[in-house]
Nanobody, 124 residues
């Protein structure tokens, strides 16, 4: 069982940067793929970025490629999402998720554990 807690959200201006953290408790975090999803009000939850259990592979949605960076520190049971050049369309609740196995999934149904989310609001 893994529990995930996100932090770092807030209100920023367009063009600003923000770093989100996901801290895991429980066993096995270092064997799970981790991803960030986001969900804007009234919209579906969508994949943002994912990282393999060992950090050796990452994947990004086209909309954030080149602006967001996902990383992890297994020794600290932490995953990080660094976001730069934020735009109003990045406004959403951001969720951390963990999945058993070696693959990074873009489908939210593939993830076994979820945090409660942290709100990111980007003002224009």
């Amino acid at each position: 069982q893994v529990q995930l807690v996100e932090s770092g959200g807030g209100l920023v201006q367009a063009g600003d940067s923000l770093t989100l953290s996901c801290v895991a408790s429980g066993r096995g975090f270092n064997t799970y793929a981790v991803a960030w999803f986001r969900q804007a009000t009234g919209k579906a939850r969508t994949f943002v970025a994912g990282i393999r259990w060992d950090g050796g592979r990452t994947d990004y949605a086209d909309s954030v490629k080149g602006r967001f960076t996902i990383s992890r520190e297994n020794a600290k049971n932490t995953a990080i999402l660094q976001m730069s050049t934020l735009a109003p369309e990045d406004t959403a609740a951001y969720f951390c998720a963990a999945a058993r196995g070696p693959l990074i999934h873009r489908e939210h149904s593939k993830y076994d554990y979820w945090g409660r989310g942290t709100q990111v609001t980007v003002a224009s």
